[in-house]
C-alpha cells in the first residue's frame, strides 16, 4: 500500500519451502525443527537428548546436547540413519558417552567430542566408520573395553600428555608401556601406536598375525617393534 496515494497491490510469492543453513531458515529466520529426537540420558530424564536435523541430500546432523551422563545400549539409537549421517556433534556438558552408543554406525562426516568428556563406555564406537580421525579430549579418564572395535583405518588422536587412568582392552596390559601415545592407528589385523617421541609401535594385545614386519610404516612413520 502506498503512504500518499493508498494505491494498495498485491503480488503472489511462490512457497518453495524453507532453506535451512546452521538449523536457521535464509529466507524467513525460523529455526529448524529436528526430524527425530531421542532421550538418551543415563535415568531417562530428558537431561541429554539427541537430535537429527535433515541436511541436503538425504543426509542428516546428529546434535547430543545437555548435561550428564549417556544410557549405555546393546546398539545404537541412531542405527537406522546410519549410512545417512553426516556429521555427529556431541555439546559441551554432557560427561559421558555410553556404551554401544555409536556403535556399527558409517557416517560421512566427523565425530566432534567437547573437553566435558570424560569418559566411553565399552563397544561405544565400535565397527564405527567413516571419518578418518577420532580426537579425544585430554580430559578422558575411562576407555571401556572394544571402544573401537573393528574400526578399521581409524586414526585415534589423544589430546592429553598421557593415557587415561582406566583403559579397557583398546590397549589392554600387554600394551602398557605406550606412555604417551600421539597416535594410535587401527588396521584390519592389528593397532599401532605412534608414541610421542615419532616412533610406531604394534601393539601385541590386537595382532591377528604377529609376524613383525619391519619395513611396515603407519602414516609414514617406520614400525620399530612390537609392544
Known sequence: TCSRCDYTTY???VANGHDYTNKICVTCGEKQPPSYSWDISANGDGSVMAYSYALTGGKYLIELVGSGNTKDYSSS???SLSSKIDDIVIGDGITSLGNSLFKNLNIHGGVYI???VSSIGTYTFSAFSGPKTISLPAGITSIGNFAFYGSQNLIIILQGDKL???????W???CGHYLNPQEVVTTEDAIYV????GK???AKCYVNEPEFVAEKTVNG???TGIG
Open 77 to 79: 539409537p541412531f542405527y
Open 11 to 13: 503480488e503472489e510469492i
Open 164 to 170: 587415561p587412568s582406566s583403559l579397557g582392552s583398546i
Open 200 to 202: 610406531a609401535w604394534l
Open 194 to 197: 605412534i608414541d610421542r617421541n
Open 172 to 174: 589392554d596390559y600387554n
Open 114 to 116: 567437547p573437553d566435558s
Open 221 to 223: 612413520v617406520p614400525v
